[in-house]
Each structure stands twice: as structure tokens, then as C-alpha cells.
């Protein structure tokens, strides 16, 4: 038994110019098929370049699923699919610098420890025990 398509050749072109401007402005971007199999074809590399900027997989992970869903937002404005991969990779940067930034703005805003000093207790057993040498002293004389 024969498999037979869901369409035949000439169905997709009547169905592109009944659609008309809405495939046009479609063609300009990436699909999201395309899109798709480029991010799981390059999700360990992407990982990877997230891994140069970043110190735990966890934000690694986090910032290479962003920089998809970012992407996959703005896929109209992909002019040529070929260079999806390079928008996800640039994505992939610029959401690894903008999380070492929010640490380091983070570590900086962070209070700062108090210097070793000693503590009022300590100042007021060194008083007590000062006021004991000095009467011992008296008492020498």
C-alpha cells in the first residue's frame, strides 16, 4: 500500500497565495521548527559557552532556556534562518553578562562585615581587671 502525502505538490502554493501578506512577513524570520531543532541540536554547546561566563549549571541552564524563549519571541526579526544559531549564541552572552553584573551589584550592595573589634564586654573586663592591678599596686606601696 502506497503512503500518500497530506498534500499534494501544488496544494502548499494554492495555500500560500490564499494566505497572502501573513506568509510574507513569516518568511522574513526563522520557523519555529527551525528554531527548534537548532536549540536542541546546540544545547550543549550553548551550555557550554554559558559555562565560560557563569561558575554553576543551574544558572547555565537558566540562562541558555532564556535565551531560547527570547529568541523565539523575537524569530520575525531574524532576517536569515542560517544565522539563528548565531542569535542564540549572542543571546546566550549578553544573558551571561547581565547575570554576572546583578552578582557582582549584589556582592558590592552586600553589607560589609564589621571590622575585629572587641566587644564591650571585653573592654569591660579590661577595665575591672586594670582597676584590680592598679589597687594592687597601691598596695605594694
Request: a neutral charge; aromatic letters at 4%; glycine letters at 4%.
Amino acid at each position: 500500500m502506497p503512503v500518500i502525502a497530506p498534500w499534494s505538490a501544488a496544494r502548499p502554493a494554492q495555500l500560500s497565495t490564499q494566505r497572502g501578506d501573513t506568509d510574507d512577513a513569516m518568511a522574513a524570520g526563522t520557523t519555529v521548527d527551525h528554531l527548534t531543532e537548532t536549540y536542541r541540536a546546540h544545547y550543549r554547546s550553548l551550555l557550554g559557552l554559558a559555562a565560560l561566563l557563569l561558575d554553576d549549571t543551574a544558572s547555565c541552564e537558566d540562562v541558555v532556556q532564556e535565551a531560547f524563549i527570547r529568541v523565539h519571541s523575537a524569530r520575525g526579526r531574524v532576517r536569515d534562518p542560517e544565522k539563528t544559531l548565531a542569535y542564540l549564541r549572542q543571546t546566550v552572552v549578553n544573558l551571561s553578562r547581565s547575570a554576572l553584573r546583578r552578582r557582582i551589584l549584589g556582592l558590592k550592595l552586600l553589607s560589609k562585615p564589621m571590622p575585629d573589634m572587641a566587644s564591650a564586654e571585653e573592654g569591660a573586663y579590661d577595665l575591672l581587671e586594670r582597676d584590680e592591678l592598679i589597687k594592687a599596686m597601691r598596695g605594694l606601696q
